[in-house]
Structures are given as structure tokens and as C-alpha cells.
């Protein structure tokens, strides 16, 4: 690569800072303009206002702005089709295009995806929501607890209920029949066996054909410590994750990783971009509890830090389906991200609280914002989760250390954070 390349990127929380960031290293990088942004982002770039569901206005800015690559940080519109719109217009894209994004999008093509490809998965029979009572049957013959309910498509998180008992799958059931609180991703229903073990993520790369593991974390979503509490988009992780040993990670390689990209390939729907595998590592080896068509948020805070090839330079290797050719180089250090958190969140929480100490902070860590937002030269939190801290070490312990000294000199009213992030990890090492 010679030229340098003008980039779009969308998206506008913290791991899209943590992507801008990472673009900015790059010495391929010409002008980088990320839509919505955040304060953070603006250090690397510049922050414009586009509706990204808008795929014409995306489509517009690139042509007058000679945009070379976009980069899509978030799943909707990955799942919605940006990638095939901005092809179809000769813009080069970063992500799958829809029919290789439903591998998040749907839950239940996700699963009917596995079971034809003998991908390690958790048992499941997949609804439809007006088919209450043959759902419930099949429950009913089941009849082994907890049992694990979800809705097909995208539900922001808040779509998984794990249940102990038939009455709690009766109420479920109805709520999702309600379409209350995830209305539209539960027009389907996939209801799947409960695997018992610990869960990391793995970070593919794909170029449709050739595709490698980036690196692997492990996310803390509950908001209290010792993973109590009301699901968040996430509280913290860390990265490696070391309950992914050499052997296990080399498992997921063969069992996993690739028969899922050949598997995209043969059905026609070739997937390139990221591919977040979520495991569980059960007592009979790891198996696959979904896919996400994106980075993780945190994740992606621990894991971007580690890689030493310029990212730009992977990005468009992949889109030029290149991958062949390049060799994930990681630094060899453990990281450690804590979500700093606006009290209350993630119910109701109050925006607008003025943000001190990040300069300090600087000493130990590094800082990405994700609720943020600036007024009258003041750095206020603007969301529920506003920035997230990442320490580094040689040992996980010196990265989680690294990462609270960081958190501990951050200032705002309210501001909660999880005291326990990364213990898990401590627990194997
Ligand atoms: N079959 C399963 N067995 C045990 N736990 C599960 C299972 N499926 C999901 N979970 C738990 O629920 C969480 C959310 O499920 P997931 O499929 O990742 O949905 P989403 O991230 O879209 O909300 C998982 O991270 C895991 O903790
Ligand atoms: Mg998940």
C-alpha cells in the first residue's frame, strides 16, 4: 500500500473511538471522518453529523468528500445492508454485507447455519411468536431447567431470558408474544439448551476466504460485581482471556472459525469484516453461543491496544480480499478495560455531570470515551456508559491494577464502576 486512504467510519462510542484511535496510527491514513463521533473520536478525526440508517446521505458524503473506505462500527446498519448499498455505489466497505450479517441479525439462521455445518452449538428448536403453545410443549417435553429463551433479531441485548422454571418461560413467552420490550426482534423465537461453563469471545478477521484470529477476550455484561444484578451493554473486559488456552484456542480454529467462513462461502453469502465468536467453554469443549457481525463493545478496547499491524493496512487487505498475505502481529501484554458508568445506569440515569481527571489518568492508562460530550470547552457525560479505561501489563494483574489506578483519578458525580473486572481471569493464572 502507497496511497493513502480517506475513511469514513461509523459509529460514535467507545470502541469506535478505540477504531479511530487505531486508524490514526496508521501512515496510510489521509482524512478520517467518523459520523456520529464523540469527543474522543475528534482527537483523531473529524466528527460529522450523517444519519448512517440514511444510506444515501452515507453514500452522498463519500462522493463529496472522495471517501476510499468505510468502516462500520456498529450492528444495525451492517444488519440493515450499508455494505451492499455503498457497493453497489463503488465505495469500498469494511463488514458484511446483509445476507452475511444475518449470522447476528437472526438468531435462528445462526443456529440453522451451525446445525448444517456441524458447528459446535447448543441444542434448539426455533417459533414462531404466535406458536406460544407448541413452544411451550416443546419446553414442557424438555423438561430440564434452566432453559434458555431468545429472540431472532437484533434486541440490543435485552432479548435472552434464562429461565428456571415453567411458569417464568410462560411469563417470557407472553411478554415476547406482547413484543414489550424487544418489539420487532421476536417475531421468531429460538429456544436453546443451557450450556454450563465460562465464556470468552474470539475476533476473527475475514476476507470472505482466508480469515485469522485477531485475539480473544472475556466481557463482563451484568452491572453488578461478582456478575449480579440487570444486563448492561458492558460493564468491562479483558484480553487474552486465559481460559483459552493454546489447545482450546486452536479447537475453535478448526471447529469453529473456519468451518463457519467456508460454511458462509459454500451458502453464497461469503463473510467479510470482524467476526466476534461468543463460546461457552463447556466440559465437552467449546461451543458457539452466538455471533456478533462486529467488534465487541468493550471488547474491542482491549483488543485493538494489543495489535501491532497497522490496522488500515488489515482493513484494506481484507476488503481486497488479501488476507493471505498479512500475519496478525499481537504485543504480548494483558489489558484490562473498566466501563465507567453513570449512576443508575442501565435504568434511568441523569447526563450533563462535569468530567475531571483524565489528563492524570493518562499516566496509567488509556482513555476512551463513550457517553461523552463537550459545552463551553467542559467535558460532561452524555450517556450511561461514559468511558471506559484500559490498563496494560505484563501480567493480568499489573493490567486490572493499571486500569483501576487510571479509574480511581476520574471525576464525576455518580460515576459507578465494577471493582471486579478481570478477577475471573486472576482466578486461572
Ligand atoms: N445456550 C446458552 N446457555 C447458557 N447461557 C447462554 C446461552 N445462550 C445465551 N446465554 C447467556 O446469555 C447471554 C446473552 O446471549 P446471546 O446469545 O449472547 O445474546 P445477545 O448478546 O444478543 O443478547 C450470553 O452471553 C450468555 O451469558
Ligand atoms: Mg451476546
Not at 407448541?134 to 431472532?152: C, E, G, M, N, R
Not at 502481529?329 to 494483558?334: C, M, P, T, V, W
Request: charged share 25%; hydrophobic share 35%; with cysteine.
Amino acid at each position: 500500500m502507497d496511497s493513502s486512504y480517506n475513511v469514513l467510519l461509523i459509529g460514535g462510542g467507545g470502541r469506535e473511538h478505540a477504531i479511530a484511535w487505531k486508524l490514526k496510527q496508521s501512515k496510510h491514513l489521509g482524512n478520517l471522518f467518523i459520523t456520529p463521533g464523540n469527543p474522543g473520536t475528534e482527537q483523531a478525526g473529524v466528527n460529522v453529523k450523517i444519519d448512517a440508517s440514511n444510506f444515501d446521505e452515507v453514500t452522498g458524503f463519500c462522493k463529496e468528500h472522495q471517501i476510499d473506505l468505510v468502516v462500520v462500527g456498529p450492528e444495525a446498519p451492517l444488519v440493515d445492508g450499508i455494505v451492499d448499498h455503498l457497493e453497489e455505489n463503488k465505495i469500498a466497505a469494511f463488514g458484511p454485507k446483509q445476507s452475511a450479517a444475518m449470522l447476528e441479525g437472526s438468531k435462528e439462521f445462526a443456529k440453522e447455519f451451525m446445525l448444517r455445518y456441524n458447528i459446535p452449538t447448543a441444542d434448539f428448536s426455533a417459533f414462531s411468536s404466535d406458536e406460544f403453545d407448541d413452544a411451550l410443549s416443546f419446553v414442557q417435553s424438555k423438561d430440564t431447567y434452566p432453559i434458555v429463551l431468545k429472540a431472532d433479531g437484533l434486541a440490543g441485548g435485552k432479548g435472552v431470558f434464562i429461565c428456571e422454571n415453567e411458569d417464568e418461560v410462560k411469563k417470557r413467552l407472553n411478554e415476547l408474544k406482547t413484543g414489550s420490550a424487544v418489539s420487532g426482534a421476536a417475531d421468531r423465537l429460538v429456544i436453546e439448551e443451557f450450556m454450563e461453563g465460562e465464556e470468552a469471545s474470539v475476533f476473527v478477521i475475514s476476507d470472505g476466504h482466508t480469515s485469522h484470529i485477531i485475539h480473544n477476550a472475556q466481557d463482563h455484561k451484568r452491572i453488578g460485581e461478582g456478575d449480579t444484578g440487570l444486563n448492561t451493554g458492558g460493564m468491562g473486559a479483558y484480553s487474552p482471556a486465559p481460559v483459552l488456552t493454546e489447545d482450546l484456542l486452536e479447537q475453535v480454529r478448526q471447529e469453529i472459525v473456519e468451518p463457519t467462513i467456508t460454511g458462509m462461502q459454500l451458502d453464497e453469502s461469503a463473510y467479510s469484516g470482524i467476526l466476534y465468536v461468543g463460546l461457552m467453554i463447556t466440559e465437552n469443549g467449546p461451543k458457539v453461543v452466538e455471533y456478533n457481525c462486529r467488534f465487541g463493545d468493550p471488547e474491542c478496547q482491549v483488543i485493538l491496544p494489543s495489535l501491532e499491524n497497522d490496522l488500515l493496512d488489515l482493513i484494506v487487505a481484507a476488503v481486497e480480499q488479501r488476507l493471505d498475505e498479512v500475519k496478525i502481529q499481537l504485543d504480548s501484554a494483558y489489558r484490562c478495560c473498566v466501563v465507567l458508568a453513570s449512576e443508575g445506569y442501565p435504568e434511568k440515569y441523569e447526563k450533563g455531570k462535569e468530567i475531571t481527571g483524565i489528563e492524570s489518568a493518562t499516566e496509567e492508562s488509556l482513555i476512551f470515551h463513550a457517553g461523552t460530550r463537550t459545552k463551553n470547552g467542559k467535558l460532561l457525560t452524555n450517556g450511561g456508559r461514559v468511558l471506559n479505561v484500559v490498563g496494560s501489563g505484563n501480567t493480568l494483574k499489573e493490567a486490572i491494577d493499571n486500569a483501576y489506578a487510571g479509574a480511581e483519578k476520574v471525576h464525576f458525580d455518580g460515576c459507578y464502576f465494577r471493582r471486579d473486572i478481570g478477577h475471573k481471569g486472576l482466578q486461572k493464572v
